[in-house]
């Protein structure tokens, strides 16, 4: 079993639609959470760090249960620019180097 | 101003042939990471350098993984008899202060070198 799981779709939505990516980590040691997204063949981009209290950014809104060890990402009036693979990922606690530990991604396809 | 770069961007291998995979971090950034991310996966963690000093090497698959950071700034990934499970990109990432610090800092990626081994 992976430690970070996430759906990996596609999740083929119209434009303008709201979708919610979700995902569970399985060491109770992670500390940092975040959302990096990856264009197809391109470099994974932080796309937004998670925080307790949720955070939001634009039309994205990055939630995070440290009890269920669960995080979401809400994609509200998807463009078509949105497509790609998010992934989710989290990193351990200090004395840690500092590595990332990656989701599997989940694929959008926002179509016109 | 400049990112991380990474040579060469895509490279054929024949089986058992070595190969070396360069990464050119962010001037000044402490911080280096590898990544080998498989087709439809995400990446997954191969080894860390702080500095000079290659402080975690846990990700390398086998033996015949080694990279190296001589002068703690350009780095290179060796793969020596390479294999058709090596095929991959390679991820090069590097953050500007040292992974102990309690704070997170974002890692900034290169593009990759994508490794075929036929």
């Known amino acids: 079993r992976k430690e970070v799981e996430q759906d990996p779709g596609p999740f083929n939505v119209p434009e303008g639609a709201t979708v919610a990516f979700n995902c569970t980590y399985s060491?109770?040691?992670?500390?940092?959470f975040f959302w990096y997204r990856q264009d197809c063949r391109k470099e994974p981009k932080l796309l937004m760090s998670v925080y307790s209290s949720g955070n939001e950014d634009g039309r994205f809104t990055a939630q995070l249960n440290r009890a269920s060890q669960y995080i979401s990402l809400l994609i509200r009036d998807s463009k078509l620019s949105d497509s790609a693979t998010y992934l989710c990922?989290?990193?351990?606690?200090?004395?840690?180097?500092?590595?990332?530990?990656f989701g599997q991604g989940t694929t959008l396809q926002v179509k016109p | 101003g400049a990112g991380v770069s990474q040579s060469p961007r895509y490279k054929v291998a024949k089986r058992g042939q070595d190969v070396a995979l360069r990464c050119d971090p962010i001037?000044?950034?402490?911080?280096l990471f590898w990544y080998q991310q498989a087709l439809g996966q995400g990446p997954e963690f191969l080894t860390y350098f702080q500095n000079e000093a290659q402080l975690d090497k846990s990700g390398l698959p086998s033996d015949r993984f080694f990279a190296e950071r001589p002068e703690g700034s350009v780095s290179t990934l060796k793969i020596q008899r390479t294999q058709q499970e090596d095929s991959a990109v390679y991820l090069c990432?590097?953050?500007?202060?040292?992974?102990?610090?309690?704070?997170?800092?974002?890692?900034?990626f290169g593009p990759g070198t994508r490794l075929t081994v036929l």
């Open positions: 990922v989290v990193s351990h606690g200090s004395g840690n180097t500092g590595k990332l530990i």
């Open positions: 060491n109770s040691a992670s500390q940092s």
């Open positions: 990432a590097s953050s500007p202060v040292g992974g102990t610090d309690r704070s997170y800092n974002e890692q900034f």
């Open positions: 001037s000044g950034h402490v911080s």
